[in-house]
Structures are given as C-alpha cells and as structure tokens.
C-alpha cells in the first residue's frame, strides 16, 4: 500500500504558450496536513484541478492515493474538495442543501447532523444559506467536502472570511480530522496558520515548485535572528554598525535593528554597545517565520 496520499512528477500544464504550472514535483505524505503556498496566478488551482480530474495535464505524471491521475473515477469517490468558495442553493437551509447533495452522492443522511456539529453550525442548519455569513459559508463548504467521509481533503483556502476564533475552529478541525488519518491538502496565503499546523508544506511561485518538504527543515535553515531596541532611536545606526563591523548582516526596521546571528553573540553585542555609550532596551532572538521565509525565497526567484 502506498505511503502517499498524492505523488507527482514533471506534472505541467501549458495554455498557449504561458505554463501554468511547469515540471512541478512533490509528495504528500498519507495521515497529514500540507500546506500549499503560493500568490494569485502562481498555479495553485491549476494543480488542484488537474489532481481532482478537472483538466488535463500537458506532461508530466501524477497519483492520488495510490491511482493515476489520468484514471480519476478510481480514487474520486475516496477524495473530498472545496475549491473556489462553496456553492448552494440560497433558499434551502444548510441542514437542507447537506441532504441534497448527500441524496446526490449516495452518503448517508445521519451524516448531516454529524457534520453540522463538527463544523460548528449546529445551532444554524436550520438557517436559510442566503442569511450566512461569509464564514458560516466557508465551513459548510467543508461539511460537505467531507459527506464521503475522505481519505484525502483538498481545501482551497478553507479560512477565507473567517475572523480569528473561527479560524481556529477550522485549524483545531484540520489536526483533529489528519489525527484520525485524514490527509488535509490545504491552500492558504495565511502562512501563519499553516506554519502552526502544517507538516510538510509545498510552495509554488510562477507555476514552479520553490520549495517541496518538511515545514521544520525548511524553517531550521533559516539564520537565527537577534532584534536589538537601543534605549534611544538615534542609537540605531550605531548599533547596526556595531554588529556589521564583526560580520553579522543587520537590517533596520521601525525602531529595532535585525541582526543575522546566533542567539550567544548577544552578550557580545551588549558588551560593545556599553562600551560605546549605548543603552539598548531589548535583546531577543527569534526564529523567522514562515511567511518572511517564503517571501525571503520569492524574492530570490525575483533576481
């Protein structure tokens, strides 16, 4: 049996003469969230389509839980999608459209109560679609994404509309669902939320895969960064030459300077600050975050 929920080799596709998505290659691993990154236009949806048999592929090759993705019809009906926002009928209420497309799929209708509780719309199946709000819309689309009871989940930025507590109802619900062997192929520009949640992560810039991979080793090899605040703003300067002078690359933003360095040269740069008359307020070390890595990465695409 395979170990991946989705495989792909080389897989393009072309309109015109402007690829969409060229030679992109990637695994993901069965039983876990991935994340998929990239901006508008950078073949996100592309790929989705060609994974869910929607279009199909120029070159290349691909599977989805074990069958090519030239023979869709054998691992569909294991397969679960909400791609580029739900659609239901806005007179029926979302208990209502559920059963519609439970009738339409041959899925059981004890599902629809099951499902409205574990998206949190509980209390608001009986409620007219038409009177939603655009986030009750977004997590009904993942009740009904999720009538076939997937193996695989495929969600196209599930979090769109979302304020932050339902956001974390949609994350509490992705690891819930991969902690019970559900694999969660989710696009999403809130890179913050995947960087919480996601294992392995794969970003697209241009139709090209930048970066395919763990999320840990892809944020262990960004250089740790040490955030001086000196006491007085017109210190600022001094204290980014301070720590250019021994070698560590520094850049100012707002009102603390950004140094490339180890979290033990800290005292060091303490020591040169007080013996040059300055008084710094605050020393931290932080981990770059996902989103300054992939934007890092992007901009290196740029050059």
């Known amino acids: 049996m395979t170990k991946l929920a989705i495989s792909v080799q080389d897989l393009t596709k072309v309109y015109g003469e402007r690829a969409a998505l060229s030679h992109a290659t990637f695994d993901v691993p069965l039983g876990t969230?991935?994340?998929?990154?990239?901006?508008?236009?950078?073949?996100?949806t592309t790929t989705i389509r060609m994974l869910l048999g929607l279009i199909t592929p120029t070159g290349g090759t691909g599977?989805?839980?074990?069958?090519?993705?030239n023979e869709p019809e054998k691992y569909l009906?294991?397969?679960?999608?909400?791609?580029?926002?739900?659609?239901?009928?806005?007179?029926?209420?979302?208990?209502?459209?559920?059963?519609?497309?439970?009738?339409?799929?041959?899925?059981?209708?004890?599902?629809?109560?099951?499902?409205?509780?574990?998206?949190?719309?509980?209390?608001?199946?009986?409620?007219?679609?038409?009177?939603?709000?655009?986030?009750?819309?977004?997590?009904?689309?993942?009740?009904?994404?999720?009538?076939?009871?997937?193996?695989?989940?495929?969600?196209?930025?599930?979090?769109?509309?979302?304020?932050?507590?339902?956001?974390?109802?949609?994350?509490?619900?992705?690891?819930?669902?991969?902690?019970?062997?559900?694999?969660v192929f989710v696009s999403s520009h809130l890179l913050g939320e995947l960087e919480m949640i996601a294992e392995s992560l794969v970003m697209l810039r241009n139709g090209k895969v930048i970066f395919a991979?763990?999320?840990?080793?892809?944020?262990?090899?960004?250089?740790p960064i040490l955030v001086v605040t000196p006491e007085y703003h017109v210190d600022l300067q001094r204290v980014a030459a301070i720590a250019e002078s021994q070698g560590h690359h520094t850049t100012i933003i707002g009102d603390a300077a950004h140094i490339v360095s180890p979290p033990d040269w800290a005292p060091t740069?303490?020591?040169?600050?007080?013996?040059?008359?300055?008084?710094?307020?605050?020393?931290?070390?932080?981990?770059p975050s996902l989103e300054e890595k992939f934007f890092d990465m992007t901009s290196e695409e740029e050059k």
């Open 63 to 69: 599977s989805v839980l074990g069958e090519s993705i």
């Open 77 to 183: 009906p294991k397969v679960g999608a909400m791609i580029e926002g739900p659609a239901f009928y806005p007179a029926l209420s979302g208990a209502e459209n559920l059963r519609v497309l439970a009738s339409l799929g041959g899925f059981a209708q004890s599902r629809v109560a099951e499902l409205l509780e574990k998206v949190g719309l509980a209390d608001r199946g009986g409620s007219k679609y038409k009177t939603y709000s655009l986030g009750m819309k977004q997590r009904l689309g993942i009740a009904a994404a999720l009538l076939p009871n997937p193996e695989l989940l495929i969600l196209d930025e599930p979090t769109n509309g979302l304020d932050p507590s339902g956001i974390q109802e949609v994350r509490e619900l992705m690891r819930s669902l991969a902690d019970n062997g559900t694999t």
């Open 269 to 287: 740069l303490n020591r040169a600050a007080f013996e040059a008359g300055i008084t710094l307020a605050s020393i931290s070390h932080v981990r």
């Open 33 to 44: 969230i991935c994340g998929f990154v990239g901006p508008n236009g950078s073949g996100k």
């Open 213 to 223: 991979g763990q999320t840990d080793q892809l944020l262990s090899a960004q250089k």
